[in-house]
């Protein structure tokens, strides 16, 4: 999904392209084709093969995304998956980073107040 939302479209080949450790060419279509079952993708012809594009806004499937992982992997922990985010990181975040955090942070507090 990732490479498709990147590109705004792709084929199966230019995903499998993009993919740093690609497995079968077959696999990716079978992961589009079933990105599409879903209601993920939707695909068009171009030339002999299909292109896919996304079917929702990229941010909707990230926010989608975002409340999928935080149920499977962190029992609805936003805490526990902040803390995992910041420990996965290949460097630790940059002052400015830090401060975007903060501003999201005061945010919430700010509509949790509202509520």
């Known amino acids: 999904m990732d490479i498709v939302i990147r590109r705004g479209r792709a084929t199966a080949a230019e995903v499998l392209a993009d993919l740093p450790d690609p497995p079968s060419y077959s696999s990716v279509r079978s992961?589009?084709?079933l990105l599409e079952?879903?209601?993920?993708l939707r695909h068009e012809w171009e030339?002999?093969?299909h292109a896919?594009?996304?079917?929702?806004n990229p941010d909707h499937i990230r926010r989608s995304?975002?409340?999928?992982?935080?149920?499977?992997?962190?029992?609805?922990s936003m805490e526990s998956a902040v803390a995992a985010m910041l420990g996965a990181a290949d460097?630790?975040?940059?002052?400015?980073?830090?401060?975007?955090?903060a501003k999201l942070?005061?945010?919430?507090?700010?509509?949790?107040?509202?509520s």
């Open 31 to 33: 992961m589009l084709r």
């Open 37 to 40: 079952e879903k209601g993920h």
């Open 47 to 49: 030339g002999p093969r």
């Open 52 to 56: 896919y594009r996304p079917t929702a």
């Open 65 to 76: 995304a975002a409340r999928h992982l935080l149920r499977t992997f962190f029992s609805n």
């Open 91 to 101: 460097h630790p975040p940059s002052e400015e980073e830090l401060k975007r955090l």
């Open 105 to 114: 942070i005061a945010e919430a507090r700010r509509k949790r107040g509202r």
